[in-house]
């Protein structure tokens, strides 16, 4: 819900669209630190005018709203923001008769805020009202004007800014014609999220069925040292059973040589679990975008606008093609300048770069996983597995509570068919025929008459367009376990 107000006008709307899809792979999920925000709550924005609706505008602490801001300008639709923080505290005033003015969501940013309220007596103009302005550091002024005073409480819900709580009955001036109060927000606190909070904002993006794409703008600012690392390994092990996400990953910004960089990620595919490496890509070096905040230039991550790019590719021709040599846009330099043998060795460390062509600006150059295996190198080919979970799920968990039986297999088979048959049409998978592209088996072979009938068991082999290697999955259907996609 987005909300705003002007003298005398409070306005309350829906954007059109705001139902979850699934089955999209161009969604985008942002762990990080904003101004403002509720805490550990996932928002669903659309634009960039809902991410400052939301989370206030840029102050220049934080990185995730210039990610959020390049996602958006570089062809995103849709993410998902989690608001990542220590523990913090909420501005807040007394106004009168227990009533309290409470800012919408914790931090300094309102801490000096004021809110004015001018009660207006009974005459024979009319009734008694209430006006309110709330006028807060760095956000636009407020001003509900003419309230009944039982509905205050009520109409302020639409402030972005503010919320009131009631005490007893409203606050009542006596005889007098007319009052104001003038209060001043305080009290509000801010801290830097740690290891905790970013593995329980870890653990919310992977509840979201929606998000195909993960970034993480401020970690390599917030977390250092072992803490940064396990928490990266927390959040490939949280989405690699899921088969429906990439991450993008960040260098952090203190490792400022090539040597730094791949030391970096050499800890990283030390891991030696491809499954887990292919969850994840790394893009470099960081841009140079304008400074919302202010006046010049600042470094930002390149995930966001690499994102937002991935996003755009997505929706023009599909997951199947590589999110690379595209044009990246709301940046204008690079932060980093390498020179070419140095560009080779991040390539061949499997890192992503962003480079400056001549004549086309700043550009998208590759698109591999973190992962050496030759099946899971390649993000064109991750994605098209995500799409497919994706579109496994939704055709078969309406199924789990059946039994098995051969009409249930039939049903399965089906409905799997329709979905692969779709994907082959747009260009996804190989071979000129569907038979040569796809293969579906959920039968007696794999589902033998002694097997558990509660259990359903299918096997599916894709031939991705690019490249050939097949992607199998099993798919096992259980009425104790719901539905379980694996990739074989």
Same mark, same amino acid.
């Given at each position: 819900m987005t909300s705003a107000a002007l003298p005398g006008v409070s306005l309350t709307f829906v954007p059109s669209g705001s139902d979850t899809e699934p089955l999209r792979t161009d969604v985008a999920a942002f762990l990080g630190r904003t101004r403002r925000g509720p805490v550990d709550t996932p928002v669903r924005v659309e634009s960039w005018n809902d991410v400052v609706g939301a989370f206030g505008p840029p102050d220049g602490s934080a990185a995730t709203p210039y990610a959020l801001r390049g996602f958006f300008e570089n062809g995103g639709r849709t993410a998902w923001v989690l608001r990542v923080s220590g523990p913090v505290e909420t501005a807040s005033a007394e106004w009168t008769d227990g009533w309290r003015v409470v800012a919408t969501s914790p931090g300094t940013w309102a801490n000096g805020g004021r809110v004015v309220i001018r009660h207006q007596g009974s005459s024979v103009a009319g009734p008694p009202t209430v006006t309110v302005r709330v006028m807060v550091p760095g956000e636009p002024t407020e001003i509900f004007a003419g309230m009944p005073p039982s509905e205050v409480a009520d109409r302020l819900t639409a402030s972005r800014l503010v919320r009131f709580v009631p005490g007893g009955a409203p606050p009542d001036p006596g005889d007098a014609i007319s009052a104001t109060w003038d209060l001043v927000l305080a009290g509000g606190t801010d801290a830097e999220p740690g290891r905790d909070e970013y593995g329980a904002a870890v653990r919310d993006q992977a509840d979201l069925p929606e998000p195909a794409l993960v970034a993480l703008p401020d970690l390599g600012t917030d977390l250092t040292g072992p803490d940064h690392a396990e928490l990266i390994l927390e959040l490939l092990r949280t989405v690699q059973p899921l088969l429906d996400r990439l991450v993008l990953l960040d260098v952090p910004p203190a490792l400022s040589t090539v040597d730094d960089v791949l030391a970096w990620v050499t800890g990283l595919t030390g @891991?030696?679990?491809?499954?887990?490496?292919?969850?994840?890509?790394?893009? =470099? *070096? *960081? @841009?140079?975008? *304008?400074?919302?905040?202010?006046?010049?230039?600042? #470094? #930002? *991550?390149?995930?966001? =606008?690499? @994102?937002g790019v991935v996003a755009r590719l997505d929706a023009e021709r599909g997951p199947h093609h590589t999110p690379a040599n595209a044009v990246v846009l709301d940046a204008v330099d690079l932060a980093a300048v390498h020179p070419e043998p140095q560009l080779v060795r991040l390539f061949e460390a499997n890192v992503d770069l962003v480079r400056c062509l001549r004549g086309r600006g700043l550009v998208v150059w590759g698109g591999r996983t973190l992962s050496g295996d030759p099946r899971r190198r390649y993000i064109a080919h991750r994605r098209v597995l995500h799409l497919l979970v994706r579109a496994i799920r939704r055709v078969a968990s309406p199924l789990v509570f059946d039994v098995n039986s051969p009409e249930l297999r039939l049903t399965l088979v089906r409905s799997l068919t329709s979905v692969l048959l779709e994907t082959f049409r747009s260009g996804a998978l190989a071979g000129a025929r569907p038979e040569q592209a796809f293969r579906v088996v959920c039968d007696e072979t794999n589902n033998p008459p002694e097997q558990d009938p509660g259990q359903v068991v299918c096997e599916i082999e894709v031939a991705p367009a690019v490249p050939m290697e097949f992607i199998r999955l099993r798919l096992v259907l259980g009425q104790d376990r719901g539905l379980e996609v694996v990739e074989a």
């Amino acid at each position: 819900m987005t909300s705003a107000a002007l003298p005398g006008v409070s306005l309350t709307f829906v954007p059109s669209g705001s139902d979850t899809e699934p089955l999209r792979t161009d969604v985008a999920a942002f762990l990080g630190r904003t101004r403002r925000g509720p805490v550990d709550t996932p928002v669903r924005v659309e634009s960039w005018n809902d991410v400052v609706g939301a989370f206030g505008p840029p102050d220049g602490s934080a990185a995730t709203p210039y990610a959020l801001r390049g996602f958006f300008e570089n062809g995103g639709r849709t993410a998902w923001v989690l608001r990542v923080s220590g523990p913090v505290e909420t501005a807040s005033a007394e106004w009168t008769d227990g009533w309290r003015v409470v800012a919408t969501s914790p931090g300094t940013w309102a801490n000096g805020g004021r809110v004015v309220i001018r009660h207006q007596g009974s005459s024979v103009a009319g009734p008694p009202t209430v006006t309110v302005r709330v006028m807060v550091p760095g956000e636009p002024t407020e001003i509900f004007a003419g309230m009944p005073p039982s509905e205050v409480a009520d109409r302020l819900t639409a402030s972005r800014l503010v919320r009131f709580v009631p005490g007893g009955a409203p606050p009542d001036p006596g005889d007098a014609i007319s009052a104001t109060w003038d209060l001043v927000l305080a009290g509000g606190t801010d801290a830097e999220p740690g290891r905790d909070e970013y593995g329980a904002a870890v653990r919310d993006q992977a509840d979201l069925p929606e998000p195909a794409l993960v970034a993480l703008p401020d970690l390599g600012t917030d977390l250092t040292g072992p803490d940064h690392a396990e928490l990266i390994l927390e959040l490939l092990r949280t989405v690699q059973p899921l088969l429906d996400r990439l991450v993008l990953l960040d260098v952090p910004p203190a490792l400022s040589t090539v040597d730094d960089v791949l030391a970096w990620v050499t800890g990283l595919t030390g @891991l030696g679990d491809e499954a887990l490496l292919a969850t994840a890509a790394v893009y =470099h *070096p *960081p @841009l140079r975008a *304008p400074d919302l905040a202010g006046t010049g230039l600042r #470094v #930002v *991550p390149a995930s966001g =606008h690499v @994102l937002g790019v991935v996003a755009r590719l997505d929706a023009e021709r599909g997951p199947h093609h590589t999110p690379a040599n595209a044009v990246v846009l709301d940046a204008v330099d690079l932060a980093a300048v390498h020179p070419e043998p140095q560009l080779v060795r991040l390539f061949e460390a499997n890192v992503d770069l962003v480079r400056c062509l001549r004549g086309r600006g700043l550009v998208v150059w590759g698109g591999r996983t973190l992962s050496g295996d030759p099946r899971r190198r390649y993000i064109a080919h991750r994605r098209v597995l995500h799409l497919l979970v994706r579109a496994i799920r939704r055709v078969a968990s309406p199924l789990v509570f059946d039994v098995n039986s051969p009409e249930l297999r039939l049903t399965l088979v089906r409905s799997l068919t329709s979905v692969l048959l779709e994907t082959f049409r747009s260009g996804a998978l190989a071979g000129a025929r569907p038979e040569q592209a796809f293969r579906v088996v959920c039968d007696e072979t794999n589902n033998p008459p002694e097997q558990d009938p509660g259990q359903v068991v299918c096997e599916i082999e894709v031939a991705p367009a690019v490249p050939m290697e097949f992607i199998r999955l099993r798919l096992v259907l259980g009425q104790d376990r719901g539905l379980e996609v694996v990739e074989a």
